[in-house]
């Protein structure tokens, strides 16, 4: 179950499902970032900071096929499918992040610390792979931010 308290269940005929997670507990609670892109095109997206007393957004939008076939195909072409998280570094007291994917025929699952910088990522024992999920997971980031953005902006351009 996710943070809606949905299981995620495919049919054999549209196998894809994306859900990325980075969080952590500390001095203002659990705060965290979440997102998922469902078969049926539902966007959904969470952001839980208590940094200023703020409160926990949460957007859910309808994408088309187009969107989902772009989201295809980042993670395609990252071959992220082709890793594994095994050499990545532990969660730990700085936070976590997991992502989970489900595409054609394939479902990984990758669970590793938060990563800060590039730096992070060379230090580690496995930096080419590492590399690959902290690069997809920015393009991830940022085609979620947009989307999100665009379809609540309060004035229209």
């Given at each position: ?108 699952s990758?669970?590793?610390?938060k ?42 351009i």
């Open positions: 179950r996710n943070l809606w308290g949905c299981a995620h269940g495919m049919s054999d005929e549209e196998e894809f499902y994306v859900r990325y997670y980075v969080g952590h507990k500390g001095k203002f609670g659990h705060e965290f970032l979440e997102f998922e892109f469902r078969p049926d095109g539902l966007l959904r997206y969470a952001n839980n900071s208590r940094y200023k007393k703020a409160m926990m957004i949460r957007k859910e939008v309808n994408v088309g096929t187009a969107v989902l076939d772009e989201v295809k195909r980042i993670i395609e072409l990252s071959e992220i499918t082709k890793e594994n998280d095994n050499k990545w570094p532990a969660p730990d007291s700085v936070g976590r992040q997991e992502l989970e994917v489900v595409i054609k025929n394939q479902h990984i990758f669970v590793t610390s990563i800060g910088s590039l730096v992070d990522v060379e230090d580690s024992k496995d930096p080419e792979g590492l590399k690959l999920f902290y690069f997809l997971i920015q393009d991830l980031r940022c085609m979620v931010f947009s989307l999100v953005g665009m379809h609540f902006k309060i004035k229209p």
